[in-house]
């Protein structure tokens, strides 16, 4: 059974940061793919950035968060992390971790991320 839990979500003013977390158990393999989505009002579920195995860091390559957003992983913890820079308020979403394993996909229930002006 997969599980993705995530946390760190919250409340902040433009141009702070803020770090989400999404710990995973069941059965991940090192070779599976995670990442992150997110979900604006009014938008589709959008990719944030994915991440692999051999991977320690990846960017985000949108040009609404290139530079800004910056996925990690601890393996030893099971956790992936997503890392926000200068936040705006076009980055208010329900940001939601994400596996890919045995031709499907999993998600985390998300954790809201608001950026007030």
């Known amino acids: 059974q997969v599980q993705l839990v995530e946390s760190g979500g919250g409340l902040v003013q433009t141009g702070g940061s803020l770090r989400l977390s999404c710990a995973a158990s069941?059965?991940?393999?090192?070779?599976?793919?995670m990442g992150w989505y997110r979900q604006a009002p009014g938008n589709q579920r959008e990719l944030v950035a994915l991440?692999?195995?051999?991977?320690?860091?990846?960017?985000a390559e949108s040009d609404s968060m290139k530079g800004r957003f910056t996925i990690s992983r601890d393996n030893a913890k099971n956790t992936i992390y997503l890392q926000m820079n200068n936040l705006t308020p076009e980055d208010t979403a329900v940001y939601y971790c994400?596996?890919?394993?045995?031709?499907?996909?999993?998600w985390g229930q998300g954790t809201q991320v608001t950026v007030s002006s």
């Open positions: 069941g059965n991940i393999l090192p070779r599976n793919v």
């Open positions: 994400y596996a890919f394993i045995d031709q499907r996909p999993y």
């Open positions: 991440i692999h195995s051999r991977e320690l860091t990846t960017e």
